[in-house]
């Protein structure tokens, strides 16, 4: 994960934002929880990270797309997209990495904060990307299970994460019940066991 | 469903609030989803349902106990608790109410607007309360599926339920993707069969 951080970074540095990257993105997702999405605004961010006005509109050029960076290639929001060996233990890895982002506080109020805006208007559209661009991540770990006669080529991924990240997001932001021990495991058995009858 | 949503007004009536009841909900909800539970407020609750304010306050002492009163009762949020004959038919009915209820605009917004207050205050235990009391309606779906000898005694149905509307929310209000022709039917299908297997 460092590593791809690490790269992430340098490429925002070389190609798609400034050196402070990670501030100005951690200063988004702050006021974005705080203010939600009507409340954010550039300005704010810029007084919030220390970085010019000017130096944030020079990358992007109104909220929406730096609020996209942000939950894109922000540090905080960051998974790692595991290789275990096995289908089981990547998805249990994946599963307990989704449990730790949704149920922290800073990283839960961001997930929650993403849906406010309904399904129309930009903060909608940037959520959506947001898990498009999960998906995408997670592709190679569905690819190499196929690979290994783990799972069917026929399988739908999409599918399968929707069951993995939906009981998560259920049990731990819906619900707010304990998940308990094992309950990722479970998940992820329950659904393994399923796609293979 | 028609019975039950009869019965309960009719219980409101008698027992716990106005014959305007649903007129009230319908008004604390719509409001909840324009202005957030920060911005609702019962004098706003008695303008938009045409109920005076006392009558409310008589009932509800604060907009804590109104909102969970609109959440448990409004015949907008209202399910069906299936009884087709089989756990199959009786889960794919109950995914086929959460997905109307998720994708339709105002009650998707109902949806929306109960995370919005994270993991503490008054919000989060209405919410909370919502989720648990409509799980305790779903256990005789479970019971019965057990006495039919289709379910094991021992299967959780929370955990089948979390992976279920999991799924559904997952796939409607974050990805926001199209959810597609045997969406449901593939979700219960796989849910089923892992705890089968």
């Known amino acids: 994960m460092r590593e791809r951080t690490t790269s992430n970074l340098r490429a925002q540095a070389a190609n798609r934002g400034p050196r402070a990257a990670e501030r100005i993105y951690e200063a988004t997702l702050e006021l974005l929880t ?48 595991p290789d275990t060996g096995t289908l089981r233990g990547d998805l249990i890895a994946l599963a307990g990495q989704m449990m730790r982002l949704v149920g922290d506080q800073r990283t839960g109020a961001v997930a929650r904060a993403m849906l406010s805006d309904g399904a129309q208007g930009e903060l909608a559209t940037v959520a959506r990307d947001f898990f498009a661009d999960r998906l995408e991540r997670e592709r190679p770990l569905f690819a190499r299970a196929v690979a290994r006669g783990e799972l069917a080529a026929t399988a739908d991924p999409v599918l399968l994460i929707d069951l993995i990240a939906g009981a998560v997001w259920m ?14 495991e479970s998940v992820v058995d329950v659904v393994l066991a399923g796609l293979r009858a």
């Open 171 to 184: 049990r731990v932001l819906l619900r707010q019940s304990p998940a308990g021990e094992g309950f990722v």
């Open 34 to 81: 705080e203010h939600g999405y009507q409340g954010l605004t550039v300005e704010a961010v810029a007084e919030r990270s220390g970085v010019n006005k000017t130096t944030i509109y020079r990358w992007w050029p109104s909220k929406a797309p730096l609020l996209r960076s942000a939950l894109l290639h922000s540090r905080v929001l960051d998974v790692e997209i």
